[in-house]
């Protein structure tokens, strides 16, 4: 099986970007700008800082040069925010595009009678299918519409959707029947009933989701936001009440500089960037394959508190396998594992093939049983309840559950038999019993198989905070030993969908979120009252409509992948914010004495950068301010660098890095630009 | 220097080992449980309970309780401004002083039901006895109950879970008077009585003095109302001066009560909060970010008044003792410093020494303690709902970067949330800016202000931080009593005062209602030393921040117009 990733885009892909600053122009439209409210504030004042520019021009005002060029650097301000946004967009769009080439319209076979009448269709566009029309689909066709097969058994190559090259299968009934649009059949035929109106369909959602223009902001961003005009507006009546303090003073603050410092106090970076950051978390979210259905389900996934895994495909692999062979007394290791072998050999099932593979690896070159010993192979039936094989020198070789092994054998459990048995079953795993010529020879332990690294990843997420808990048919016994060896913190044995449903809502009583995955008809109820519910997209079309998130892999891990998106999400919009807001100190040391060295010459002691002029100062706050926006960009697309740790140190080492480095970047760079504008004599 | 340092520890020592179990009493008191004054006191209260009639002490939702705190307030503001209006007509004025007039009738009645008072007025040449221990006093008490009231009720709002109700106002307001407000300032007045502040209805006594000039010394029932206005933060004083006076302070004793009882109330809170939320580190860092703050405060205007004015270096002035223009010289540049601190961190307002005396850099600390919001320490009640703001907002703010939705005490800090603590913040920078910047070119209002310059616009600055937050105390130089600046303050005072308590009531309401969830690793910490870090440059920074501007016009130009030999 390989896996080809989905392409991913260089940060600045060279058409992307002209596309970029194409949109960055067209978003200056007023009805546009005005959805980001400190930017277009920013804008008008860059309208007002121009027209007195025009007008100190025309009356050959001296002040012209420098008004000018704040004006200038306003302009380009507004212009390097949209631009952060419209590449966002445009790494989305592009994303979407490549989707929708899935998507492009086909024709299909509409049937026109009952579902068994295959003769009976019309041939329509897959544009023109509603909702619950059946459609026959035959190998080599692309499949119309999202829809649920209700006849038939195909393969169906997922590959456009998923990226998985194998072929999976699909049929009718239990939880493997929902089809994806865009798919294609590779053999057989299927009768499918359509379950999406077009436009709806996953992928229409898919591309709205990257396309900016359907977006919905999420609860976080939308209460960031609320602050983000509050302090805009503060710092409006801080700006706007300064020259009736300056006049008191006996001094008056030209305009422009007014502006220019209204400009530098808003927090114009996270302004500048908010949208662009809540764009590519969504972005992240399609490139791991997972459809959110709403932004707020991507943000409350970094809420999680705790996590609901069902045990097996996620924690163990879906299959027991042969760990250990475990012989009575009396009889050799060797013989144990040979004559298991024997019983093995044409056993098909993943317990058979385990028990061979373990076999191979455990005698290793000194194997002395081969296949063609094997006769006659004995299946496995509901009611000998054991498998093996008649050999060619006509012994037979058996294996089973202790009870129908012993049955076969006629004989009654040895002590050390009943130790043994009993020891594999308390540390959860299933005992196989072998037997030949119904003589006893020992006991196979197979056993789930944790999936590697799942142990470590339920410690990092323990250190986030997160609560694992696994999710098992098994009885308690058995669970508790797989809980303990995959490190979970919690299990819930013998777990029925109501059981399921009756932990969440537990959990959430106690203020918890709760994430769950599931696939099955039988876990809607649970995937829809789980805050975060993800649906596998191989599960039926009522999971999928419960949850709020599918995964189009169908991999349960994917729940800890969306956890960490969500969370990057968050601290990305945090980091930014109080990167821009530590910022405003240096500003003011640039900006003040400039503003007031004429009515008190000794202010300049607040001067610590030593600017060169007043003028300088000012502009090349300005352009700081600016040219911030445009720095940030790519980490506003690529998102904060997020490492799982407790909430602790998060912050400690965020605050380190955008708390001062907020504080000192600003003083640094206002001063490299204020030399870089006093050499070119800008000001 | 020493003795000054060991005077300001002493007096951090009586402060914590005052306030640590008055926190614990009083959340007993506001939860309804027993405590050492119920045998005598239960039995009043189930009586005033009794006449208020049924279902008067059942919980209410958070807009009953705004909507009943109005009420209240508004009725209190009717009585007092009726009484300021008639006292010519009422008793108990011997010397027979004339009505207010309307406007100083309208502001002062505000500044005593806000908690400020402010005093646009000279206490002993314009209010007579029952204007003073009726009006005055009553307002001492109740504005001050008011205060505690609104912050328990915010309080219970972090507290609780899954609830409607933040409490009941009235049973708030009974239990503050009661059980609080009334023992702690029956012992302080006693024990002022001892000191020699005057307690009597008697008339002003005249004096001959050594010189042979005769004087007409104010007195009257002056110790019952000191005690209530420094343990209320309210500030108003019985005499002009305030606190300076010799009958209203007379004591090194009487001077260390007095500050003691300034922060009594608004450090107990944070004791009382983290018994209240069941989690005493919460209250314990919040208290070490007051706390801290407050040291830094205290440091700065100490330093610079021991320094003193370098300018007078050069000259045959002894300035050993610091500056020590407008300071009474029985409390030196010591105490001075450590009441100043104190009275403008809690949003108390009475002084013991004159502001506008002060050294430009400690008057630009005094001004920033009033303009972050009245938050360290600050008044009765309304530090502590002041300060959980700036914790809603640091939270909020740095919470989103240990990549969670913010939340505090395990409730989510959402959209509506910040909407609210928006607006409440939006006050402050209304009240001292807006305002103050039309007090800087109205003409009628500039020419009240007494001094050119800088410090002409610091005593701007100060009369407006000083109303928006609620603290009264003034840099003189100011002519309050101008109409223009009665009604303007007036209006301030309202806004710094209401436009604050509803949003955050309104907080406490909507948070009142939310499950709270349980902490964990990934919690974002709030009582460690780094939340209180975090905590204290959010206030500095949000509210430092934004007054930047105009300081450095005020007190910061004044400095360096100072350091290049120019005073104003």
Same mark, same amino acid.
């Given at each position: 099986?390989?896996? $080809? ?13 002209? $596309? ?19 930017? #277009? ?8 800082? /121009? ?20 004006? #200038? ?44 009448? $295959?003769?009976? #269709? ?17 190998? *080599? ?14 393969? =169906? ?5 998923? *990226?998985?090259?194998?072929? =999976? ?11 994806? *649009? ?42 960031? %936001? ?24 006996? /001094? ?36 791991? %394959? ?101 050999? /060619? ?51 196979? $332990? ?100 419960? *949850? ?16 960490? =998106? ?40 607040? %001067? ?58 600003? #003083? ?8 870089? =504008? ?6 | ?33 027993? &405590? ?104 001492? @008490?109740?504005?001050?109950? &008011? ?103 007379? &004591? ?131 530090? @502590? ?101 009665? &009604? ?81």
């Amino acid at each position: 099986m390989t896996k $080809h990733k989905r392409r991913d885009f260089s940060l600045f892909d060279g058409a992307l970007a002209a $596309h970029a600053a194409q949109s960055a122009v067209a978003k200056l439209d007023p009805r546009v700008l005005y959805r980001n409210p400190v930017m #277009f504030v920013t804008g008008v004042v860059a309208v007002l800082t /121009t027209l007195i520019f025009v007008r100190d021009l025309a009356m050959g005002a001296a002040t012209a040069g420098i008004v000018g060029q704040i004006a #200038f650097w306003l302009w380009v301000t507004v212009l390097f925010a949209n631009f952060a946004e419209a590449i966002a967009e445009g790494r989305g769009k592009a994303r979407a595009d490549s989707l929708r080439a899935t998507q492009s319209e086909t024709e299909c076979k509409r049937l026109r009678g009952k579902p068994t009448d $295959h003769e009976e #269709f019309e041939i329509v566009s897959s544009r023109a299918l509603r909702k619950d029309d059946l459609i026959l689909v035959t190998a *080599g066709e692309l499949i119309a519409a999202d829809g649920e097969v209700i006849e038939g058994v195909a393969s =169906v190559d997922e590959s456009a959707i998923t *990226g998985e090259s194998a072929p =999976v299968i699909r049929e009718s009934g239990g939880d493997r029947s929902a089809v994806t *649009g865009g798919t294609r059949l590779v053999s057989d035929w299927l009768v499918v009933r359509v379950t999406a109106e077009p436009g709806k369909s996953f992928l229409d959602r898919m591309i709205a989701m990257v396309e900016g223009a359907e977006r919905q902001k999420t609860p976080n961003e939308i209460a960031l %936001n609320i602050l983000l005009v509050g302090m805009t507006i503060i710092f409006l009546m801080v700006v706007v009440t300064l020259e009736p303090f300056a006049l008191f003073s006996g /001094t008056s603050i030209p305009v422009a500089f007014l502006v220019a410092l209204l400009v530098t106090l808003i927090p114009t970076t996270i302004g500048g960037l908010l949208s662009a950051i809540g764009i590519a978390g969504m972005d992240r979210l399609v490139k791991a %394959n997972v459809i959110a259905k709403s932004g707020r389900a991507v943000e409350a996934a970094g809420d999680v508190d705790t996590l609901l895994l069902d045990k097996t495909g996620t924690i163990t692999f879906g299959n027991r396998m042969a760990d250990a062979f475990m012989p009575v007394p009396g009889v050799s290791e060797r013989e144990l594992i040979e004559t298991a072998l024997l019983a093995s050999f044409p056993d098909e099932t993943p317990e058979g093939k385990s028990i061979v593979e373990l076999a191979r690896k455990m005698l290793g070159s000194q194997v002395d049983v081969h296949q063609e010993q094997v006769a006659n192979f004995v299946p496995f039936s509901a009611q000998t309840r054991l498998s093996g094989a008649d050999l /060619t020198d006509g012994s037979e070789v058996r294996k089973g559950a202790s009870d129908a092994t012993l049955r076969y054998a006629g004989a009654t459990a040895s002590l050390d038999l009943k130790r043994i048995v009993e020891g594999i079953a308390k540390s959860g795993g299933t005992p196989l019993v072998v037997a030949r010529d119904k003589r006893i020879l020992g006991v196979v $332990h197979l056993k789930d198989i944790i999936k590697p690294g799942i142990r470590e990843r339920f410690a990092e997420l323990r250190r986030m905070g997160i609560r694992t808990v696994m999710i098992t048919g098994d009885n308690p016994l058995t669970a508790a030993a797989i809980a303990a060896e995959a490190g979970v913190d919690d299990f819930l044995a013998e777990a029925t969908p109501e059981r399921k449903l009756e932990l969440i809502r537990k959990e959430q009583n106690e203020g918890k979120l709760v994430a769950m995955c599931g696939d099955g008809s039988n876990d809607a109820p649970a995937l829809a009252q789980a805050d975060i519910g993800v649906a596998m997209n191989s599960g039926t079309p009522a999971a999928k409509e419960a *949850g709020n998130l599918i995964d189009l892999d169908s991999d349960p891990t994917k729940l800890i992948e969306v956890v960490l =998106v969500g969370k990057q999400l968050l601290i990305s919009r945090g980091a930014l914010t109080t990167f821009s807001i530590a910022n405003d100190v240096a500003k003011y040391f640039a900006i003040l004495p400039a503003l007031f060295i004429t009515a008190y010459p000794g202010l300049q002691s607040l %001067n610590i950068m030593d600017l060169s002029s007043p003028a300088s100062a000012i502009l090349s706050a300005v352009i700081f301010n600016a040219l911030v926006i445009l720095a940030l960009i790519p980490l506003a697309l690529r998102g904060v660098r997020y490492t799982p740790a407790t909430a602790g140190q998060l912050l400690r080492r965020n605050l380190l890095i955008y708390g001062l480095g907020g504080l000192i970047v600003p #003083f640094v760079g206002i001063k490299a630009i204020d030399m870089a =504008v006093s050499a070119l004599a800008l000001a | 220097m020493a003795s000054d340092s060991l005077q300001f520890l002493l007096y951090a020592i009586i402060l914590v080992a005052l306030a640590w179990p008055l926190g614990g009493y009083m959340a007993r008191v506001f939860q309804g449980e027993r &405590t050492l004054l119920s045998p005598v006191l239960a039995p009043v209260e189930r009586g005033i309970y009794a006449a208020a009639g049924k279902g008067a002490t059942q919980g209410q939702h958070w807009t009953r309780y705004a909507l009943s705190m109005l009420v209240f307030n508004l009725a209190g503001w009717l009585l007092l401004y009726a009484i300021l209006r008639l006292q010519h007509l009422l008793p108990w004025n011997p010397e027979g002083l004339a009505p207010m007039s309307p406007d100083l009738a309208f502001n002062t009645a505000v500044s005593f039901v806000t908690n400020t008072n402010w005093q646009a007025y000279g206490g002993e040449t314009t209010l007579s006895y029952f204007s003073q221990m009726v009006g005055l006093t009553m307002q001492n @008490f109740v504005s001050a109950a &008011t205060g505690i009231a609104v912050a328990v009720a915010v309080i219970r709002g972090f507290a609780a879970r899954n609830a409607k109700s933040i409490g009941n106002f009235w049973v708030d307001m009974t239990r503050s008077v009661l059980y609080v407000l009334l023992p702690l300032s029956i012992v302080g007045a006693i024990v002022l009585i001892w000191q020699g502040v005057p307690q009597t209805l008697g008339a002003y006594v005249p004096a001959t003095t050594l010189e042979g000039a005769n004087q007409l010394i104010a007195q009257g029932p002056a110790a019952s109302q000191i005690a209530i206005k420094q343990l209320g933060t309210n500030g108003g004083g019985f005499f002009n001066v305030n606190s300076s006076h010799p009958l209203e302070n007379p &004591t090194q004793l009487s001077n260390l009560l007095q500050l003691v009882y300034i922060l009594l109330i608004p450090a107990a809170f944070c004791f009382l909060f983290g018994h209240m939320v069941k989690d005493r580190r919460q209250g314990v860092a919040i208290f070490a970010a007051m706390g801290i703050l407050f040291v830094i405060g205290l440091a700065i205007i100490y330093g610079s008044e021991l320094r003193g004015n370098m300018l007078y270096d050069a000259l045959p002035i002894d300035q050993v003792a610091g500056n020590m223009e407008g300071k009474e010289v029985r409390f030196g540049a010591g105490l001075s410093a450590l009441w100043a601190e104190a009275t403008t961190a809690a949003s108390n307002g009475s002084v013991n020494s004159m502001h506008d005396s002060y050294m430009p850099l400690s008057g630009l600390v005094l001004l920033l303690n009033m303009q972050v919001g009245e938050v360290i320490f600050g008044g009765v009640g309304a530090g @502590f709902y002041g300060m959980l703001l700036f914790v809603v907002l640091t939270v909020f703010l740095a919470g989103l970067m240990v990549g969670r939705t913010p939340e505090y005490l395990g409730k989510k800090i959402e959209a509506k949330e910040v909407k609210l603590a928006v607006l409440a913040f939006l006050s402050m920078p209304i009240g001292i800016l807006v305002f103050g910047a039309l007090a800087a070119v109205a003409p009628s209002a500039v020419a009240a202000v007494q001094d050119p310059g800088p410090h002409g616009l610091s005593e701007i600055l100060y009369a407006y931080s000083s109303a928006t937050g609620n603290n009264g105390s003034a840099f003189a130089g100011f002519g309050a009593g101008a109409p223009f600046h009665t &009604t303007l303050q007036g209006v301030a005072m309202m806004l710094g005062r209401y436009a604050f308590i509803v949003p955050m009531l309104a907080i406490a309401g909507t948070l009142a209602a939310k499950t709270p969830a349980p902490a964990s690793a990934g919690t974002f910490p709030t009582h460690g030393p780094l939340f209180v870090v975090l905590l204290m440059i959010v206030v500095l920074i949000l509210g430092g921040l934004t007054f930047f501007p105009a300081l450095a016009l005020g007190p910061i130009a004044e400095h360096v117009a100072m350091l290049a030999g120019q005073t104003f």
